[in-house]
């Protein structure tokens, strides 16, 4: 027995590697039940709805169209959001990264675009164009723009000289420059800003929707929270946690994890 | 990589249903539909599930059948009054229900707007538990709680306080918000609206009310106890458009409000279901007690509007000539 095993080993003895691997997953939402009926008893049901009332509420939601209804306008937003900026990212960045004056001239817009926050969007984009479905895509495309760009672009920048000049010196076609050299020196960067990317695009696009949708997922927050419907907020609130973690664990992990290369792996994994 | 293709198909697949909802809904309720075969311009009314008696009129008018023949009406809701000022600067929608203040303001800055008609006169009620407190001057010195933010009785309120108007602390708060503070005795009086005001009254022990602001208002300027809070407003070039069909639209509210008048029931009863989960027909019908359903044209009540506009938001007015009174914007009114 290794000196580590020696606690787990001495206190659970029959306890075998497969129990160890089921408490693990089912640790994290026990937790969460047990501080959430804790906080129920603690501050009263009408601030904080038992699990059991909430689940009710999330079976009775999932079995009308408005769920689904709701869910599929806030993944849209979302995906043309994000959609849109990585194509901006693309088409600016690139020949921003192969002109670098036009890059030190852009940096400090983009800078000031990549700190504002999501707010000053939302109340400008209100005025600009009422509430709708143009607020959060449109929010999400300034929220993660920058980040797509600079990464693009600075990408790009990085990329040996020496192999644009030689492409200049054997007249090899733009498409094959593009294709040969630009797309595999900058998938890498580009992949790791797409993933950190999408993982704010959920949490904006639910932001802006709250402020200015009239339906999504984020508006539907908003009536329960105006309602003080509390199991609706809760539902809701679920919804939105439930579809962020198939983002982070499904989509964003694995997509962080193949850019990783193979040397980083534990040898004894 | 497994886990990222399923959850990548599914992700798409509700991104295209929620592009496929947006394009044919413009993300908000479909249409109405009509009675009527035939298909008259389409009207976009951006409203407000919490605002009751002031839109009654229309949605009576529109159960009845008389709007059918006139518009092919879209129903879209604004959440809360920056939504519609958004909608208003923008320009979106061709009808809208709101604050008389707000629709001034957005005139002001601009916005296509002109005020229709008038149909929230009566709505702002000072309740209390506590049994020392039984007219406006026993509320100086205390913190007076109110909703919702940006309320038109705060101005009023201080009006009516004139110099004592430092006396009293206004705090906003969410409609629903102050309900719960008060439903766990933790406000014992508020400055609240209809219908919230007989939400209360029914779910807080010995909750009264103490003053209505318009009796106050009606009384110290020597006017009727009632004040042009909310209406109708159209755009300008819907308007331009179908003078004719305004004009009926007009009429049909005018003559919708009559009947509703005389009866409670009715009135409770024209409320769409869509509007149900927000308040229920019986607070409706009760709250309708202290509430009055009436629509006015809005050049006929040229004057009082802007007497009260004067009083809640003297900045929505037109620049003062020297040694005269502040006027209604041009264009605000409907002729």
Not at chain 1, 51 to 70: F, I, S, Y
Not at chain 1, 178 to 203: D, E, N, R, Y
Not at chain 2, 85 to 111: I, N, P, T
Request: aromatic share 8%; proline share 8%.
């Amino acid at each position: 027995m290794a000196p580590g095993n020696f606690p787990r080993a001495f206190l659970f003895p029959e306890i075998d590697r497969n129990h160890v691997k089921f408490a693990r997953y089912i640790a994290a939402p026990v937790i969460v039940v047990v501080v959430w009926l804790l906080a129920s008893h603690a501050f009263g049901e009408r601030l904080v709805p038992p699990p059991g009332r909430v689940v009710v509420e999330l079976t009775d939601m999932a079995g009308t169209a408005q769920l689904w209804r709701h869910l599929s306008l806030t993944v849209f937003r979302g995906t043309a959001g994000l959609a849109l900026a990585t194509l901006m990212a693309i088409v600016i960045g690139v020949p921003c990264g192969l002109l670098p004056r036009v890059m030190h001239a852009l940096s400090p817009l983009v800078t000031a675009v990549q700190v504002c926050p999501p707010i000053i969007w939302i109340s400008l984009l209100l005025v600009w164009v009422g509430l709708g479905t143009a607020v959060p895509i449109l929010v999400v495309v300034v929220a993660v723009f920058p980040v797509l760009f600079l990464s693009i672009a600075h990408a790009v920048m990085s990329l040996n000289r020496e192999l644009f000049e030689m492409a200049s010196i054997y007249h090899v076609p733009p498409k094959r420059v593009l294709t040969g050299i630009i797309i595999p020196g900058v998938a890498q960067h580009a992949l790791g800003a797409f993933s950190f990317a999408l993982g704010i695009t959920w949490k904006v696009t639910a932001t802006a929707e709250f402020f200015g949708a009239e339906s999504g997922v984020g508006a539907r927050l908003y009536w329960a929270y105006r309602n003080l419907d509390m199991s609706r907020l809760f539902a809701w609130a679920i919804v939105l946690v439930i579809i962020g973690m198939a983002l982070e664990m499904g989509l964003i992990h694995p997509l962080r994890d193949s850019l990783q290369p193979a040397s980083a792996e534990p040898s004894d994994a | 990589m497994k886990t990222a293709i399923p959850i990548a198909c599914c992700l798409t697949a509700l991104a295209v249903v929620g592009a496929w909802v947006a394009l044919k809904e413009g993300g908000s309720q479909a249409p109405l539909p009509s009675t009527n075969g035939n298909a008259p311009p389409a009207l976009v009314f951006y409203t407000n599930p919490g605002a009751t008696t002031p839109q009654l009129p229309f949605w009576a008018a529109k159960a009845a059948g008389h709007l059918d023949d006139i518009f092919t009406i879209e129903v879209r809701t604004w959440k809360n009054v920056v939504d519609l000022q958004g909608a208003l600067l923008a320009g979106k929608g061709d009808l809208w229900l709101g604050h008389l203040e707000g629709f001034a303001r957005a005139r002001r800055m601009g916005a296509p707007v002109r005020i229709l008609a008038v149909s929230g006169w009566r709505k702002m009620n000072i309740v209390s538990t506590d049994p020392a407190i039984r007219s406006l001057e026993d509320l100086a010195g205390t913190v007076l709680p109110y909703a919702p933010v940006g309320s038109p009785g705060v101005p009023v309120l201080e009006f009516l306080l004139g110099t004592r108007k430092d006396d009293i602390q206004l705090r906003p708060h969410e409609p629903k918000q102050l309900a719960l503070l008060m439903l766990q005795g933790k406000a014992r009086s508020a400055l609240l609206p209809e219908p919230l005001v007989t939400t209360l009254l029914r779910k807080v022990d010995g909750l009264r009310v103490v003053e209505n602001l318009e009796e106050l208002y009606g009384r110290q300027t020597g006017g009727l106890p009632r004040m042009p809070l909310a209406g109708f407003a159209v755009n300008d070039a819907f308007l331009a458009r179908h003078p004719a069909r305004v004009s009926q639209l007009l009429a049909c509210l005018t003559a919708a409000a009559g009947a509703l008048a005389i009866s409670p029931d009715a009135a409770a009863a024209a409320m769409p279901e869509m509007f149900t989960p927000f308040v229920s027909r019986d607070i409706v019908r009760e709250s309708l007690t202290r509430d009055v359903i009436l629509v006015e044209p809005a050049s006929k009540v040229a004057e009082e509007i802007r007497q009260f506009l004067a009083l809640v938001a003297p900045d929505a007015l037109a620049e003062e000539e020297p040694g005269g009174a502040r006027q209604l914007p041009p264009g605000l009114l409907v002729p």
